[in-house]
């Protein structure tokens, strides 16, 4: 696709944009090449053709690796603007043919992953073949990020999100607190807030924690932080064996070891997740229906099991 403007010839490739999207996405010359399965030569020759074309660099490389320019960075949206809409283009026209076909990018955190998506994109694909999901996992902070510069067409999020979005509420999530079954907490029903502003906290790293901070906050809790980490299971480990307490979602808590206790919270806790998209109007045909199979499979009454 070419267009010629008066002052100057601006050539609009395709092929080239999407080289130059999967190298950040990648953040690799070699590993976007393997992906698209081209040569690194090429996928070289490709970044430099659009830099030669613009008259100026959208990428540095050196021995830390490959990063966008200032002006990569401002041209980069637009760029992946104009592939959703190439993409949205391209299955509208199968779908005039009575084909069906196209690629879904989803932005995930590891709950949904783990818990949802499995059974989704396998009983998806039985009905959808020729459409391909793609998934990039993160957490709330990284699917936010990758909703607004157009990496996925639509992400799970934790409601309400910090980017003005149009959202779709799916679940209700109780946060929960665990704690070793040898605390002396271990044996109620239930805990107030009260009792664990001095406990030692295992929380979630930032980015993960939105909905821990907000609870805390909201019940006048100042935390005693004594570890960070990434990993769900990680931190149900460590509470096991009794190195502080942690607040998590119920969607998290199954098949834990039988020295963690789950205790209510005082009060309705809990985390809301839903779908974020810039618009979900304007999306492509087969992301649409993907999200209509996904609020199918949600709404089926014996899908979810409470603690």
């Given at each position: ?29 070699t590993k976007?090449?393997e ?23 959208i990428l ?33 026209i ?7 076909i ?12 783990i818990?949802?998506?499995?059974e ?13 999901v793609?998934?990039?996992e993160?957490?709330?902070?990284d ?8 990496l ?6 934790s409601?309400?999100?910090s980017q ?5 509420p799916?679940?209700k ?9 040898e ?7 239930e805990?107030?807030f ?13 980015g ?7 609870i805390?906050?909201?019940n ?38 039988t ?9 309705e806790?809990y ?5 974020a ?8 045909p ?9 609020k ?7 899908r979810?099991?409470?603690?």
């Amino acid at each position: 696709m070419n267009k010629i403007h008066e002052k100057g010839v601006v050539k609009l490739s395709l092929a080239k944009f999407e080289i130059f999207s999967t190298v950040v996405e990648l953040g690799s010359l070699t590993k976007a090449g393997e992906t698209l399965g081209l040569s690194q030569s090429a996928v070289s020759h490709a970044i430099t053709s659009l830099e030669s074309e613009w008259g100026f660099s959208i990428l540095n490389r050196g021995r830390s690796g490959i990063h966008l320019t200032s002006n990569g960075e401002r041209l980069l949206k637009y760029i992946r603007e104009i592939l959703k809409w190439n993409e949205e283009m391209v299955q509208e026209i199968a779908n005039i043919n009575g084909l069906e076909i196209g690629t879904v990018r989803i932005g995930t955190i590891s709950s949904v992953s783990i818990h949802w998506l499995p059974e989704i994109m396998k009983m998806f694909n039985e009905y959808h073949p020729s459409i391909e999901v793609k998934l990039l996992e993160g957490d709330y902070d990284d699917v936010e990020h990758w909703i607004a510069t157009g990496l996925v067409d639509f992400g799970f999020v934790s409601l309400p999100t910090s980017q003005n979005f149009e959202v779709v509420p799916l679940k209700k999530d109780r946060m929960l607190c665990i704690l070793s079954d040898e605390h002396p907490l271990a044996e109620l029903n239930e805990i107030r807030f009260e009792m664990i502003k001095e406990e030692p906290l295992i929380k979630s790293k930032k980015g993960s924690d939105n909905d821990l901070i907000r609870i805390l906050k909201g019940n006048n809790v100042s935390p005693h932080i004594k570890y960070e980490l990434s990993d769900d299971q990680a931190i149900i480990s460590m509470v096991g064996n009794g190195l502080g307490i942690s607040i998590l979602p119920e969607m998290v808590l199954h098949r834990i070891p039988t020295n963690v206790r789950i205790l209510k919270l005082e009060g309705e806790n809990y985390r809301t997740i839903g779908i974020a998209a810039t618009s979900f109007k304007t999306l492509a045909p087969a992301t649409k229906k993907f999200i209509e199979y996904l609020k199918s499979w949600l709404s089926e009454p014996a899908r979810f099991n409470t603690i």
